[in-house]
């Protein structure tokens, strides 16, 4: 079977870090993805990880662990732009990206 | 521009009246899919194509129809509409199954309402 699990919701104010968590159970490994989606429109790309260990990319992090099925994604300095839907996907070998339902973070000011 | 173009962006239809929606690639990607979206319940595949001629169901296949004899273009067909197909469908490319750091490019989405 396949489980994909994240936090429905965070809050954070600006400036702020915040970590949003991904656990999966997954047949079969090919990858992990984070996306961004605003309201009403597509998801952007973020970060991939398929080996463990940190990702960094400017103001973004995204970690693997491959032996706990977990992943986190860290955004720091955080902007009231950053207010969206975060996505984490797993590449199910040989099939497709299965995708966790969402965490939809508010950032205030 | 590298893009993935769904048409139309809103659409309100009555149940039964047979729909296509439209995606088209410029990347000449060979893996396509498409996913539904509906709040509580996320992204869920319909169907994928991995190249031409080759398509495979997702987990919510039924009442949808795909076809890709192009492999620019993987059009999503409803062949008789129910109000249980309203959602928000987005149409994705990658250059194969979304593996390595490429990750999928999605379309703008398409609306659908079916009354």
């Known amino acids: 079977g396949q489980n994909i699990d994240q936090p429905t919701e965070m809050t954070a104010t600006e400036g702020a870090i915040v970590q949003i968590n991904c656990t999966y159970q997954t047949s079969g490994f090919n990858g992990l993805f984070w996306y961004q989606q605003h309201a009403g429109e597509a998801p952007t790309f973020l970060s991939y990880?398929?080996?463990?260990g940190l990702e960094e990319k400017g103001r973004f992090s995204s970690f693997l662990s491959r032996s706990k099925g977990y992943s986190y994604l860290l955004l720091k300095e955080l902007q009231m732009k950053d207010s969206a839907s975060y996505l984490c996907?797993?590449?199910?070998?040989?099939?497709?990206?299965?995708f966790g339902k969402g965490t939809t973070l508010s950032v205030s000011s | 521009e590298a893009q993935v173009t769904q048409n139309p962006r809103y659409l309100i239809t009555v149940t039964g009246k047979k729909l296509t929606v439209t995606c088209s690639q410029n990347m000449n990607h060979e893996y396509m899919s498409w996913y539904r979206q509906d709040p509580g319940l996320g992204l869920r595949q319909i169907y994928y194509s991995m190249n031409v001629e080759v398509t495979d169901k997702g987990d919510v296949p039924e009442g949808y129809k795909v076809s890709r004899k192009e492999k620019r273009n993987f059009p999503l067909i409803l062949e008789s509409p129910s109000p249980n197909q309203t959602s928000l469908y987005f149409c994705?490319?990658?250059?194969?199954?979304?593996?390595?750091?490429?990750?999928?490019?999605f379309g703008s989405g398409t609306r659908l309402t079916v009354v």
């Open positions: 996907a797993v590449n199910q070998a040989g099939t497709a990206l299965i």
């Open positions: 990880n398929v080996l463990d």
């Open positions: 994705a490319s990658s250059p194969f199954r979304g593996e390595g750091n490429y990750g999928y490019t």
